[in-house]
Protein backbone atom coordinates (compact mmCIF):
# COMPACT_ATOMS: atom_id res chain seq x y z
CA UNK A 1 0.00 0.00 0.00
CA UNK A 2 3.40 2.06 0.29
CA UNK A 3 3.00 3.42 -3.41
CA UNK A 4 -0.76 3.34 -3.26
CA UNK A 5 -0.82 6.45 -0.97
CA UNK A 6 1.80 8.08 -3.13
CA UNK A 7 -0.22 7.87 -6.08
CA UNK A 8 -2.76 9.10 -4.51
CA UNK A 9 -0.93 12.12 -2.74
CA UNK A 10 0.13 12.92 -6.92
CA UNK A 11 -2.96 12.59 -8.04
CA UNK A 12 -4.22 15.14 -5.12
CA UNK A 13 -1.91 17.40 -5.98
CA UNK A 14 -3.17 17.09 -10.06
CA UNK A 15 -7.00 17.32 -9.00
CA UNK A 16 -6.29 20.72 -7.14
CA UNK A 17 -4.71 22.20 -9.72
CA UNK A 18 -6.78 21.20 -12.35
CA UNK A 19 -10.05 22.57 -10.81
CA UNK A 20 -8.28 25.14 -8.80
CA UNK A 21 -6.84 26.78 -12.04
CA UNK A 22 -10.75 26.91 -13.32
CA UNK A 23 -11.68 29.05 -10.64
CA UNK A 24 -11.80 32.72 -11.65
CA UNK A 25 -8.68 34.86 -10.45
CA UNK A 26 -7.01 31.66 -9.11
CA UNK A 27 -5.25 31.31 -12.05
CA UNK A 28 -2.75 34.05 -10.49
CA UNK A 29 -2.05 31.89 -7.61
CA UNK A 30 -1.05 28.98 -9.59
CA UNK A 31 0.64 30.77 -12.44
CA UNK A 32 2.52 33.16 -10.17
CA UNK A 33 2.25 32.97 -5.96
CA UNK A 34 3.07 29.21 -5.84
CA UNK A 35 6.19 29.06 -8.65
CA UNK A 36 7.79 32.21 -6.48
CA UNK A 37 6.92 29.98 -3.02
CA UNK A 38 8.60 27.27 -4.61
CA UNK A 39 11.53 28.94 -5.92
CA UNK A 40 12.33 30.17 -2.09
CA UNK A 41 11.77 27.09 -0.47
CA UNK A 42 14.04 25.17 -2.88
CA UNK A 43 16.80 27.72 -3.37
CA UNK A 44 16.71 28.30 0.90
CA UNK A 45 15.78 24.39 1.59
CA UNK A 46 18.77 23.32 -0.85
CA UNK A 47 20.99 26.21 0.99
CA UNK A 48 20.49 25.41 4.15
CA UNK A 49 20.87 21.35 3.89
CA UNK A 50 24.56 21.90 2.24
CA UNK A 51 25.50 24.29 4.84
CA UNK A 52 24.46 21.76 7.44
CA UNK A 53 26.21 19.08 5.25
CA UNK A 54 29.39 21.33 5.12
CA UNK A 55 29.81 22.44 8.41
CA UNK A 56 29.86 19.27 10.31
CA UNK A 57 33.34 18.13 10.93
CA UNK A 58 34.65 15.19 9.44
CA UNK A 59 37.16 13.95 12.64
CA UNK A 60 38.35 10.76 10.16
CA UNK A 61 39.96 9.68 6.82
CA UNK A 62 36.75 7.73 5.63
CA UNK A 63 37.52 7.41 1.58
CA UNK A 64 35.90 4.22 0.33
CA UNK A 65 38.70 2.57 -1.71
CA UNK A 66 38.94 -0.78 -3.42
CA UNK A 67 42.56 -0.55 -5.05
CA UNK A 68 45.92 -0.06 -4.19
CA UNK A 69 46.74 2.91 -2.23
CA UNK A 70 50.16 4.73 -2.53
CA UNK A 71 52.83 2.98 -1.06
CA UNK A 72 56.34 1.92 -2.53
CA UNK A 73 57.71 3.15 -6.07
CA UNK A 74 57.80 -0.16 -7.10
CA UNK A 75 53.89 -1.21 -6.31
CA UNK A 76 51.47 0.05 -8.64
CA UNK A 77 49.23 2.74 -7.33
CA UNK A 78 45.71 2.65 -8.34
CA UNK A 79 44.87 6.74 -8.51
CA UNK A 80 40.97 6.34 -9.15
CA UNK A 81 40.07 4.55 -6.68
CA UNK A 82 42.70 5.73 -3.73
CA UNK A 83 43.28 8.66 -4.77
CA UNK A 84 46.11 10.58 -3.42
CA UNK A 85 46.25 14.51 -4.58
CA UNK A 86 43.29 16.55 -4.98
CA UNK A 87 43.68 16.24 -8.45
CA UNK A 88 43.11 12.76 -8.45
CA UNK A 89 40.15 13.18 -6.43
CA UNK A 90 38.58 15.37 -8.97
CA UNK A 91 39.12 12.51 -11.36
CA UNK A 92 37.59 10.40 -9.20
CA UNK A 93 34.41 12.48 -8.33
CA UNK A 94 34.06 13.44 -12.27
CA UNK A 95 33.67 9.76 -12.90
CA UNK A 96 31.38 9.42 -10.16
CA UNK A 97 28.73 12.32 -10.69
CA UNK A 98 29.40 12.35 -15.08
CA UNK A 99 29.33 8.30 -15.21
CA UNK A 100 27.77 6.71 -12.16
CA UNK A 101 30.73 4.33 -11.77
CA UNK A 102 30.08 2.94 -8.80
CA UNK A 103 26.37 2.16 -10.03
CA UNK A 104 28.30 0.34 -12.80
CA UNK A 105 29.78 -2.13 -10.83
CA UNK A 106 26.77 -2.38 -8.80
CA UNK A 107 25.81 -6.01 -8.01
CA UNK A 108 22.70 -8.11 -6.75
CA UNK A 109 22.60 -10.79 -4.42
CA UNK A 110 20.34 -13.60 -4.91
CA UNK A 111 19.81 -17.03 -3.18
CA UNK A 112 19.08 -20.35 -5.02
CA UNK A 113 18.54 -24.06 -4.14
CA UNK A 114 21.05 -25.12 -1.69
CA UNK A 115 20.92 -22.91 -0.28
CA UNK A 116 23.50 -20.73 -2.75
CA UNK A 117 24.39 -17.20 -2.34
CA UNK A 118 25.33 -15.83 -5.70
CA UNK A 119 26.66 -12.29 -7.18
CA UNK A 120 25.20 -11.17 -10.43
CA UNK A 121 25.74 -7.85 -12.55
CA UNK A 122 23.00 -5.48 -12.50
CA UNK A 123 23.93 -3.06 -15.27
CA UNK A 124 20.45 -2.62 -16.84
CA UNK A 125 20.15 -0.44 -13.39
CA UNK A 126 23.31 1.53 -14.12
CA UNK A 127 21.93 2.14 -17.75
CA UNK A 128 18.52 2.97 -17.30
CA UNK A 129 19.64 5.51 -14.00
CA UNK A 130 21.94 6.69 -16.56
CA UNK A 131 19.08 7.33 -19.32
CA UNK A 132 16.76 8.63 -17.12
CA UNK A 133 19.08 11.93 -15.33
CA UNK A 134 20.37 12.70 -18.67
CA UNK A 135 17.74 13.14 -19.83
CA UNK A 136 15.74 14.83 -16.85
CA UNK A 137 18.61 17.43 -17.27
CA UNK A 138 18.13 18.03 -20.80
CA UNK A 139 14.84 18.97 -20.56
CA UNK A 140 15.63 21.09 -17.65
CA UNK A 141 17.93 23.09 -20.37
CA UNK A 142 15.88 22.89 -23.21
CA UNK A 143 12.87 24.95 -20.48
CA UNK A 144 14.96 27.93 -19.74
CA UNK A 145 13.93 28.78 -23.39
CA UNK A 146 10.90 29.44 -21.65
CA UNK A 147 12.34 31.99 -19.39
CA UNK A 148 15.26 33.77 -21.77
CA UNK A 149 14.65 36.03 -24.53
CA UNK A 150 16.48 35.97 -26.66
CA UNK A 151 17.04 32.27 -26.32
CA UNK A 152 20.60 31.82 -26.24
CA UNK A 153 21.86 29.92 -29.20
CA UNK A 154 23.04 26.46 -27.22
CA UNK A 155 20.33 26.00 -26.00
CA UNK A 156 18.57 26.52 -29.65
CA UNK A 157 20.92 23.77 -30.34
CA UNK A 158 19.90 21.28 -27.94
CA UNK A 159 16.19 21.48 -28.46
CA UNK A 160 17.37 20.50 -32.41
CA UNK A 161 19.50 17.65 -31.33
CA UNK A 162 17.11 16.71 -29.25
CA UNK A 163 14.14 16.44 -32.08
CA UNK A 164 16.86 15.55 -34.77
CA UNK A 165 15.12 12.23 -35.56
CA UNK A 166 11.51 13.95 -35.23
CA UNK A 167 9.19 10.57 -33.83
CA UNK A 168 6.10 11.88 -35.00
CA UNK A 169 3.91 15.16 -35.63
CA UNK A 170 4.43 17.27 -33.36
CA UNK A 171 7.72 16.24 -32.34
CA UNK A 172 8.31 13.95 -29.40
CA UNK A 173 11.56 14.83 -28.23
CA UNK A 174 14.14 11.58 -27.47
CA UNK A 175 14.48 12.83 -23.84
CA UNK A 176 10.80 12.85 -23.10
CA UNK A 177 10.83 9.13 -23.99
CA UNK A 178 14.16 8.45 -22.17
CA UNK A 179 12.82 10.32 -19.20
CA UNK A 180 9.30 8.19 -19.34
CA UNK A 181 11.27 4.77 -19.68
CA UNK A 182 14.06 5.47 -17.24
CA UNK A 183 11.17 6.15 -14.66
CA UNK A 184 9.45 3.25 -15.33
CA UNK A 185 12.07 0.95 -14.89
CA UNK A 186 12.96 2.30 -11.86
CA UNK A 187 9.25 2.07 -10.54
CA UNK A 188 9.05 -1.53 -11.98
CA UNK A 189 12.28 -2.37 -9.84
CA UNK A 190 10.70 -1.20 -6.87
CA UNK A 191 7.60 -2.99 -7.27
CA UNK A 192 8.96 -6.30 -8.73
CA UNK A 193 12.12 -6.71 -6.43
CA UNK A 194 11.35 -8.21 -3.61
CA UNK A 195 14.30 -7.02 -1.64
CA UNK A 196 14.23 -3.10 -2.81
CA UNK A 197 10.26 -3.42 -2.39
CA UNK A 198 10.64 -4.40 1.40
CA UNK A 199 12.79 -1.49 2.20
CA UNK A 200 11.26 1.13 -0.02
CA UNK A 201 8.68 3.58 1.44
CA UNK A 202 6.64 6.44 1.12
CA UNK A 203 9.30 8.50 0.00
CA UNK A 204 10.74 6.14 -2.07
CA UNK A 205 7.28 6.24 -4.39
CA UNK A 206 5.91 9.88 -4.19
CA UNK A 207 9.14 11.39 -5.89
CA UNK A 208 8.98 8.74 -8.73
CA UNK A 209 5.30 9.16 -9.39
CA UNK A 210 5.70 12.54 -9.34
CA UNK A 211 8.50 12.67 -11.83
CA UNK A 212 6.03 10.17 -13.82
CA UNK A 213 3.15 12.84 -13.57
CA UNK A 214 5.89 15.62 -14.38
CA UNK A 215 6.68 13.87 -17.50
CA UNK A 216 2.87 12.54 -18.52
CA UNK A 217 1.21 15.81 -18.61
CA UNK A 218 4.27 17.52 -20.64
CA UNK A 219 4.24 15.05 -23.35
CA UNK A 220 0.23 15.37 -23.00
CA UNK A 221 0.46 18.72 -23.47
CA UNK A 222 2.67 18.50 -26.84
CA UNK A 223 0.83 15.36 -27.89
CA UNK A 224 -2.83 15.35 -26.78
CA UNK A 225 -3.46 19.40 -25.90
CA UNK A 226 -1.70 21.21 -28.26
CA UNK A 227 -4.56 23.26 -29.87
CA UNK A 228 -5.33 24.47 -25.89
CA UNK A 229 -1.67 25.32 -25.25
CA UNK A 230 -0.64 28.48 -25.95
CA UNK A 231 2.86 28.77 -26.12
CA UNK A 232 3.38 32.90 -26.89
CA UNK A 233 1.26 33.22 -23.64
CA UNK A 234 3.51 30.72 -21.70
CA UNK A 235 6.70 32.34 -22.94
CA UNK A 236 5.05 35.76 -21.66
CA UNK A 237 4.57 34.10 -18.47
CA UNK A 238 7.99 32.73 -18.47
CA UNK A 239 9.78 35.84 -18.79
CA UNK A 240 7.62 37.93 -16.54
CA UNK A 241 8.67 35.53 -13.72
CA UNK A 242 12.04 36.23 -14.24
CA UNK A 243 11.66 39.63 -14.53
CA UNK A 244 9.52 39.98 -11.47
CA UNK A 245 7.05 41.56 -14.21
CA UNK A 246 4.78 38.28 -14.59
CA UNK A 247 1.64 38.83 -16.52
CA UNK A 248 -0.85 35.97 -16.36
CA UNK A 249 -2.91 35.12 -20.08
CA UNK A 250 -6.55 33.86 -19.33
CA UNK A 251 -6.05 31.57 -22.83
CA UNK A 252 -3.58 29.09 -20.75
CA UNK A 253 -5.03 25.77 -20.62
CA UNK A 254 -5.74 24.07 -16.65
CA UNK A 255 -3.15 21.27 -18.05
CA UNK A 256 -0.23 23.34 -18.30
CA UNK A 257 -1.64 24.54 -14.84
CA UNK A 258 -1.27 20.98 -13.85
CA UNK A 259 2.06 20.67 -15.05
CA UNK A 260 3.62 23.64 -13.17
CA UNK A 261 1.67 22.91 -9.90
CA UNK A 262 3.22 19.31 -9.76
CA UNK A 263 6.86 20.90 -11.08
CA UNK A 264 6.62 23.21 -7.35
CA UNK A 265 5.82 20.52 -5.76
CA UNK A 266 8.90 18.87 -6.63
CA UNK A 267 10.71 21.82 -5.98
CA UNK A 268 9.55 22.82 -2.87
CA UNK A 269 9.35 18.46 -1.86
CA UNK A 270 13.62 18.74 -3.25
CA UNK A 271 15.44 19.98 -0.26
CA UNK A 272 13.70 17.87 1.60
CA UNK A 273 14.00 14.37 0.30
CA UNK A 274 16.41 12.10 -0.90
CA UNK A 275 16.94 13.53 -4.50
CA UNK A 276 19.01 15.93 -2.39
CA UNK A 277 21.79 13.42 -3.50
CA UNK A 278 22.21 15.92 -6.64
CA UNK A 279 23.93 18.16 -3.86
CA UNK A 280 24.86 15.68 -0.98
CA UNK A 281 27.30 13.96 -3.58
CA UNK A 282 29.87 16.79 -3.69
CA UNK A 283 30.21 17.05 -0.23
CA UNK A 284 30.77 12.74 0.57
CA UNK A 285 33.28 12.42 2.77
CA UNK A 286 33.89 8.99 1.18
CA UNK A 287 34.45 10.28 -2.10
CA UNK A 288 36.18 13.93 -1.45
CA UNK A 289 38.87 12.77 0.55
CA UNK A 290 42.30 11.81 -0.43
CA UNK A 291 43.63 8.21 0.84
CA UNK A 292 46.58 9.76 2.14
CA UNK A 293 46.74 8.44 5.68
CA UNK A 294 49.88 6.87 5.13
CA UNK A 295 51.17 10.12 5.00
CA UNK A 296 49.14 12.01 6.98
CA UNK A 297 48.15 11.99 10.46
CA UNK A 298 44.37 12.48 10.93
CA UNK A 299 43.47 13.60 14.51
CA UNK A 300 40.06 13.90 15.92
CA UNK A 301 39.55 17.85 17.00
CA UNK A 302 36.39 16.48 19.45
CA UNK A 303 39.69 14.17 21.64
CA UNK A 304 40.82 15.87 24.67
CA UNK A 305 44.30 16.94 25.23
CA UNK A 306 45.69 14.16 27.08
CA UNK A 307 49.03 14.55 28.31
CA UNK A 308 51.18 11.73 27.64
CA UNK A 309 51.95 9.27 31.01
CA UNK A 310 54.90 7.28 30.74
CA UNK A 311 54.83 3.89 31.95
CA UNK A 312 58.52 5.13 34.23
CA UNK A 313 55.79 7.94 35.38
CA UNK A 314 53.01 5.56 36.25
CA UNK A 315 55.47 3.22 37.89
CA UNK A 316 56.36 6.09 39.94
CA UNK A 317 52.72 7.23 40.87
CA UNK A 318 51.61 3.39 41.74
CA UNK A 319 54.84 1.62 43.37
CA UNK A 320 54.46 1.37 46.84
CA UNK A 321 50.36 -0.49 45.90
CA UNK A 322 52.29 -2.68 43.05
CA UNK A 323 54.78 -4.51 45.27
CA UNK A 324 52.19 -4.89 48.16
CA UNK A 325 50.20 -6.35 45.50
CA UNK A 326 53.08 -8.60 44.35
CA UNK A 327 52.90 -7.03 40.86
CA UNK A 328 56.68 -6.79 39.07
CA UNK A 329 58.29 -3.28 39.35
CA UNK A 330 61.73 -2.14 37.52
CA UNK A 331 62.09 -0.44 40.39
CA UNK A 332 62.30 -1.45 43.80
CA UNK A 333 60.99 0.54 46.52
CA UNK A 334 63.54 3.10 48.33
CA UNK A 335 64.54 2.15 52.07
CA UNK A 336 62.67 3.83 54.56
CA UNK A 337 64.42 6.25 56.66
CA UNK A 338 64.84 5.55 59.79
CA UNK A 339 62.56 7.68 62.10
CA UNK A 340 65.04 10.60 64.10
CA UNK A 341 65.64 9.02 67.94
CA UNK A 342 63.92 12.07 70.61
CA UNK A 343 66.76 14.16 72.09
Known amino acids: MKYVYSLG ?39 WKIWDWAKSPVPF ?36 ILTFRSLFRHTKADVY ?19 FHYSFLVIVIRHLRLFLEPVPAPIVWLDWADSLF ?8 LTDAGLLIGLLFLFARRLFTRPVRYMSLFNDYFPLFL ?15 RGGIDIAAIKAMGVGLVTFSPVVS ?11 FLVCALLIYFPFSKLMHLGGVFLSPTRNMRNNTREVRHVNPWNPDIKP ?14 VEAGIPVEKELEPQKEAAEPA
Open 9 to 47: AVIALMLIAWFGSLIPGMQYFFGVAVPYLAIVIFLGGFA
Open 61 to 96: SIQTTCGQAKSLDFIPHNRLEAPNTNTEVIARMALE
Open 113 to 131: AGPKLTYESAKWLWLFALI
Open 166 to 173: EMGLPTLY
Open 211 to 225: LLAIGITGVLMRMVF
Open 250 to 260: PDISAIFYVHL
Open 309 to 322: HSYAAYEDEFREYM
